[in-house]
């Protein structure tokens, strides 16, 4: 937002805020022309191409050009609610002209009368005059009427430059709420890439999510002490917003692999009774909301997982001796773990029963 203050409402450099709109403008409609250039050449490919590879690149592309569109209307939006916002301050500085006019005029007159103006703080928001008699010039001595006309006049004229700072407050508020809406929850998502390591705008996408979120929660599970909020806060931003699409879950926990799945339950089962654990901002409701959008991740991202893949979750999962605290965890659906991953981590658990004698344990509630 540009600087300025009460002195002069209308303050600003609107030449350069035009010119930012004008970027935002000439980006925007880049991007809607580039993202229906390639809607039109996935359509036309599709027509001959078939099959699963097709399908892939097909949803591939349509993500690509999802966020195409999504950042080229929110600079287009920008660039309208810029518009809008210097424009509205330019009728704002032609109204302070003519009201800083008229103040400036009322306290030359009264003290022409003879009238002591003195600066003052008028509600707080403005310096503005105090009339009060003075000495006799050439005309004689002002009247008390004289002053009480010079005090109307210039509380007249800096009710009116008030009434232009207020509405200054409200072009800024508009302008800020108009940012927000455009940008949406954007500043939580780039928080979170930048807390797994990606700092580069350009490379928070998605696709770039699986190994930088596992290696985060994998230091997670590890640690000593408890889950931060911070922790919980970044956690709970990518497993809530992607923790329905089987691609990148699949991706983020075949990497992080099931020995450090169990370890991340676990420590966030810990946190709950950790003495150290900020309780305000991690209440019990909050960390198993988070360990209930883990399991339903890893419930979605192994679906599709064959034999050897789910075979080598299982067995890291579940370890040896079985972690029959957080197999009963996880294995708790709905949601339902993969039939690979389900399927092994019965043959385990069946084999330690029939060994030593020992059954899973009922889920506990992290």
């Known amino acids: ?8 409402p209308s303050a600003g450099d609107m030449d350069a ?12 409609n880049l991007e809607l022309m580039h993202a229906s250039t390639m809607r039109a050449h996935v359509t036309g ?17 349509d993500r690509a050009t999802t966020h195409m569109e999504t950042f080229g209307n929110a600079c287009l939006q920008g660039s309208t609610a810029i518009d809008a916002y210097t424009g509205a301050i330019d009728e704002l500085h032609t109204l302070y002209r003519s009201k800083r ?8 007159d009264a003290r022409r009368l003879g009238i002591i103006c003195t600066p ?36 007249n004229a800096a009710g009116q430059i008030r009434n232009l700072i207020a509405q200054r407050h409200d072009l800024d508020t508009a302008l800020a709420a108009a940012f927000q809406t ?18 580069d705008p350009a490379l928070m996408q998605p696709e770039n999510l699986a190994g930088p979120l596992a290696e985060y929660a994998a230091s997670i599970a590890a640690q000593d002490g408890p889950i931060t909020p911070d922790q919980a806060r970044t956690l709970n931003e990518f497993f809530t917003r992607y923790g329905t699409d089987p691609r990148i879950m699949g991706s983020v926990f075949t990497r992080l692999g099931g020995e450090h799945t169990a370890d991340l ?13 900020d309780t305000k901002a991690l209440s019990p409701e909050t960390i198993a909301g988070l360990a209930g959008a883990v399991r339903a991740g890893l419930a979605v991202g192994s679906q599709n997982w064959t034999g050897l893949v789910g075979d080598r979750f299982a067995d890291g999962l579940i370890g040896s001796p079985p972690r029959l605290d957080v197999t009963g965890f996880l294995f708790d659906g709905p949601p339902y773990l993969g039939e690979t991953l389900t399927v092994r981590a019965a043959e385990i658990i069946d084999t330690h029963e029939r060994v030593t004698g020992e059954r899973p344990a009922p889920p506990p509630s992290p």
């Open 17 to 28: 805020l035009r010119t930012m709109a004008e970027k935002l403008r000439t980006r925007g």
């Open 265 to 277: 339950i676990n420590a966030l089962n810990r946190t709950v009774t950790d003495p150290n654990r």
């Open 45 to 61: 490919t599709l027509d001959f191409w078939t099959g699963e590879s097709a399908d892939a690149w097909s949803e591939k592309s």
């Open 1 to 8: 937002m540009e600087h300025w203050t009460e002195e002069d």
């Open 182 to 199: 455009m940008t949406g929850d954007w500043p939580a998502q780039a928080a979170a890439f930048r807390a797994i390591g990606i700092t």
């Open 101 to 108: 006019g008229m103040f400036d005029r009322a306290v030359a």
């Open 120 to 155: 003052t703080r008028l509600e707080g928001t403005l310096n503005t005059m105090t009339c009060e008699l003075g000495t006799p010039d050439a005309t004689g001595r002002p009247t008390p009427n004289d002053v009480h006309n010079a005090q109307t006049d210039i509380d």
